[in-house]
């Protein structure tokens, strides 16, 4: 049986080197700084919770998320469960903002 909290890890592991095959230099918060809740930290803005696991209880994760995140920050979780993509779920808000600006640049 894997232990719960060594998946969590290998889970935040595995999605930082996600951000750094595009691009951000990312690693595990608590790794390195020792500051509760932040799972991954490098994306400027962004409050990156980490849920590995077969049954995710989106909501919660997301309440975890925005509850931990500074002011300013934009709340996501990346989430997978095994043999699937990561996912990023965010809210619909913050995703409209991003799109706007992305969009912009476009222009």
């Known amino acids: 049986m894997i232990n719960s909290k060594d998946k969590g890890r290998r889970g935040e592991r595995e999605f930082a080197k996600v951000c750094r095959d595009n691009g951000y230099d990312c690693r595990r918060g608590q790794q390195y700084s020792g500051i509760e809740g932040e799972d991954v930290i490098g994306i400027p803005g962004i409050h990156i ?21 500074k002011e300013g920050e934009k709340p996501i979780v990346a989430h997978r469960k095994n043999n699937c993509d990561w996912l990023i779920t965010m809210r619909a808000e913050d995703w409209f903002e991003l799109f706007r600006e992305w969009e912009a640049g476009l222009k």
């Open 49 to 69: 919770e980490v849920k590995r696991v077969e049954r995710l209880n989106i909501e919660d994760a997301m309440a975890q998320s925005k509850r931990d995140a």
